[in-house]
């Protein structure tokens, strides 16, 4: 299934005070859209009005617009997208005007919009309420003519200005460079044997500070027989792109389903870029992760205890999105004739880069003049023999590119900034249901497990790099989340494997020695409940936390172990699965119903450990309370039957889905499987205990 997956916005931000003085103050801000693995036109997996809206919102941020760039990358090649962002740019030259001329403070409009209802405030001028209702007018306008694109998306009349999009598919498309700026006649540019589309949706060619930045749509060659990376692929695709037309120093980039949340972020960002002793200290800001559409009790306790204890080391991790890049960074290191030869066979590009890394100035001051050049950099095949997603760029070698990336980054010694303004930098569009949230927690654990068994893990940098011995500490700590599957599995299993066996792994209750488990396990749970009282959530909210906690360990992180071990014994390859969003037109209180609190279920296989583990704990009380547990053994204790009753506890919502239909009831194919397995862990065990006697 195809849809946008990802926008990466890139932010190149010139300040007198930055060092890079002599640079020109021509586009700075960079925006990417990425489509991966499905049919051109897929409105439903990730909407387009979603990545809309997160363009509108870049777009009106208070920074000088001939100081800002947008570059949206569709790597479907869809025309869906591609008429959304035209539609769009139509609509921003209204929308960012009025949100700079009252100085709004939501600039995404369908989240300002639902805030101010369906009426401006009463106590505005006249003029406002004017301009209030034409811009909900021109919105409503904006949205209708997307929605009716979607819906007629399969029979998209491929003409005019879509005709470039005639006859290609998701995963084996050329890169069309197609020229469309302020009213001036469309040029071609076409090279030899592909077309590259980098089509300039909207070019602020009078410079104007005031003005609207420039919109700049891209899609990069993809063919069946060459890989082309996922996100980190399509990521050094705009670097070298951006380079070529704008070659500003910093760079942004952002999900294309989160929007910004405090138009004062760029400004933010660059006091921790600029306003250190050493600016060379800082390779990336990282802004935190939330959402408007899900609780985020569990990101912000992350946030407040794991990223900014970080800060006092080298810096929190790169998460994918919010983040602030310096150029010469992401290029690698100091200009140096081998790095140069290294970054590919543009003279273009290479002069482009050698520019950027020393700190000086090379830029066109028209976009269109550079367009020439752009397919060469944005072809599928430009990257062989060089060392990009090696040593240059974003790097590949695993589905998590984000984390091996700011690893690579912290290993050559710079630092990492953490910027938590208020309000919050961006908010995002969080999984649909609970399906996709599991598999995207499946694809972090395979992503971060390759990064482990890999010649790029944290041990080898800590030793020979320069990455600290605490940051090593920390990345361990994440990028071992697949493994920490085994003994959650395992120790899920063992309460029930004692009952049934009869035997016993925690002394007796009138032994002394049950203090040492007890004791552990309420400092554990203690420590974990103050940390979500200190910053204010409920008590049913670390409760919760802590049972998907469970629930994620042992069903997505061990599937995500189990992805890592085929791919090393040569049987599977690991693939990026996009996560499915919606585009909820409500606020979250007005969706708070009697079903919010229920899980839903699907015949993934990521179900089937959480439903296993909760029926052979069911089987296993039901077995000691008819008194079919073996005989002979240790005798099972007071402990075992606690411990068992509580991971049903913690798995509670596997057993409501027992009994439910529709999406909130567990599929059959689900509980036969999971029956299966709990019926031979069962045989297992009873046979086990006939070895043993």
């Known amino acids: 299934m195809d849809s946008l997956g990802f926008l990466l ?45 997160t363009v509108l919102s870049l777009l009106a941020v208070d920074y000088p617009a001939h100081r800002l760039a947008c570059y949206v990358s569709d790597d479907g090649c869809s025309p869906l997208n591609f008429y959304s962002l035209v539609e769009a740019s139509k609509f921003a ?71 470039v999009f005639f006859n290609t598919e998701c995963q084996n498309h050329p890169t069309i460079i197609k020229f469309k700026s302020c009213g001036l006649p469309e040029a071609y540019i076409i090279g030899s044997t592909k077309l590259v589309q980098a089509d300039v949706i909207w070019e602020n060619m009078q410079g104007l500070s005031d003005g609207i930045p420039h919109l700049i749509y891209i899609s990069r060659e993809k063919r069946p027989k060459n890989p082309h990376h996922y996100k980190a692929g399509a990521m050094n695709v705009l670097t070298r792109v951006s380079g070529l037309m704008t070659n500003a120093p910093f760079m942004l980039n952002v999900d294309c389903d989160m929007y910004a949340n405090n138009p004062e972020l760029v400004l933010h960002a660059m006091c921790l870029f600029l306003g250190s002793s050493d600016e060379r200290d800082w390779g990336f800001v990282q802004c935190p992760q939330y959402f408007y559409d899900r609780p985020t009790d569990h990101l912000a306790v992350l946030h407040q205890t794991l990223f900014k204890g970080m800060v006092g080391i080298q810096g929190p991790f790169y998460a994918g999105s919010g983040t602030f890049h310096r150029r010469n960074v992401v290029y690698g290191k100091e200009a140096d004739d081998e790095l140069l030869k290294k970054i590919g066979n543009s003279k273009e590009f290479i002069n482009s880069a050698a520019h950027a890394l020393k700190g000086k100035a090379y830029f066109t001051s028209i976009l269109s003049k550079s367009l020439d050049v752009v397919h060469q950099v944005a072809g599928c095949d430009y990257e062989h023999s060089s060392d990009w997603g090696k040593k240059v760029g974003f790097l590949y070698g695993s589905i998590t590119e ?14 990492s900034g953490y910027c938590s303004p208020d309000p919050r930098a961006f908010l995002g569009c969080g999984a649909l249901a609970d399906p996709a949230a599991m598999s995207q927690q499946k694809r972090w654990a395979t992503g971060f497990l ?42 899920a299993a063992l309460p029930a494997y004692c009952i049934i066996t009869n035997s016993s792994f925690l002394p007796k209750i009138q032994e002394l020695g049950i203090c040492i488990p007890v004791t552990l396990f309420v400092i554990y749970k203690v420590y974990t409940l103050s940390d979500y009282i200190r910053i204010g959530f409920p008590i049913d909210s670390w409760w919760v936390n802590s049972c998907m906690a469970r629930i994620s360990a042992t069903g997505a992180w061990f599937l995500g172990l189990l992805n890592v071990i085929l791919k090393f014994l040569g049987l599977s390859e690991t693939i990026f699965e996009i996560t499915q969003k919606l585009h909820q037109p409500r606020t979250p209180a007005d969706d708070c119903g009697k079903d919010d609190d229920k899980m839903i279920f699907d015949e993934s296989p990521v179900f089937i450990p959480g439903t296993t583990i909760l029926l052979v704990h069911v089987s296993a009380l039901a077995m000691a309370l008819l008194g079919l547990e073996a005989q002979g053994g240790q005798g099972t204790g007071l402990g075992e039957f606690f411990c068992s009753t509580y991971v049903v506890l913690c798995f509670l919502p596997f057993l409501q889905g027992l009994f439910r239909r529709g999406k909130y009831g567990i599929p059959l194919p689900t509980i036969c499987k999971s029956s299966a397995l709990a019926l031979l862990f069962v045989h297992l065990c009873k046979m086990s205990t006939i070895s043993v006697n």
Not at 26 to 46: A, C, F, Q, R, V
Not at 131 to 145: A, I, P, V
Request: with cysteine; aromatic share 14%.
């Open 402 to 415: 984000d984390m091996i990336t700011g690893m690579m980054i912290h290993a050559k010694g710079w630092r």
């Open 93 to 163: 030259k209204l929308w960012v005007p009025f949100c700079k001329k009252y100085n709004i403070g939501v600039r995404a409009p369908f989240r300002y919009f639902l805030r101010e209802s369906d009426e401006p405030p009463c106590a505005s001028s006249w003029e406002f309420q004017q301009d209030w209702e034409k811009m909900k007018e021109e919105y409503e306008r904006l949205c209708g003519n997307i929605e009716a694109a979607a819906n007629n998306s399969t029979s998209f009349d491929l003409t005019g200005e879509l005709e």
């Open 9 to 53: 916005f890139y932010a190149n931000l010139v300040s007198p005070s930055s060092g890079f003085s002599s640079l020109a103050p021509n586009g700075l801000l960079y925006l990417t859209t990425l489509i991966h693995n499905g049919s051109k036109n897929d409105p439903y997996l990730e909407p387009p009005i979603l990545t809309v809206n």
């Open 450 to 491: 390759e990064i482990l068994f890999s010649k790029t893990n944290p041990i080898f940098a800590c030793f020979t790099s320069k990455l600290q011995f605490r940051q090593c500490l920390a990345y361990l700590w994440i990028l071992i989340w697949g493994l920490r599957s085994i003994p959650e599995v395992c120790y």
